[in-house]
């Protein structure tokens, strides 16, 4: 989602896609904590909640930048996503997806 934002060359390996990321220029705050804990590469246990908290503010602030960003990225998705992206309703869906269930 953030590559026509900040465009970097293709790559040839897991461990080049996995720089890429982490060397963004435009990204999410803390996008190399999160994507890290999220692949499981911070040589730390983390639990689910944490994976699940950690998940959501990476998703998040991926839609934060795209929104931010949508007159930019909506040309460049599928019809049916860009309306999920103007009329508010992949804010919507993210949202309860990772709302704190643990209190009720």
Do not use: K, N
């Not at 900040?6 to 060397?23: E, F, G």
């Not at 639990?47 to 040309?75: I, N, Q």
Request: charged share 20%; hydrophobic share 40%.
């Amino acid at each position: 989602m953030l590559q026509p934002l900040d465009p970097r060359p293709p790559v040839a390996s897991r461990r080049a896609a996995l720089h890429t990321i982490l060397s963004l220029d435009l990204a999410p705050p803390g996008i190399h904590h999160d994507v890290l804990v999220c692949l499981g590469l911070t040589g730390q246990p983390t639990d689910l909640a944490d994976l699940h908290a950690t998940a959501g503010r990476l998703a998040t602030g991926v839609l934060d930048l795209v929104e931010t960003h949508a007159a930019t990225l909506a040309p460049l998705l599928p019809d049916y996503e860009a309306v999920t992206l103007r009329d508010g309703s992949l804010r919507r869906y993210l949202t309860d997806l990772f709302r704190d269930r643990s209190t009720g």
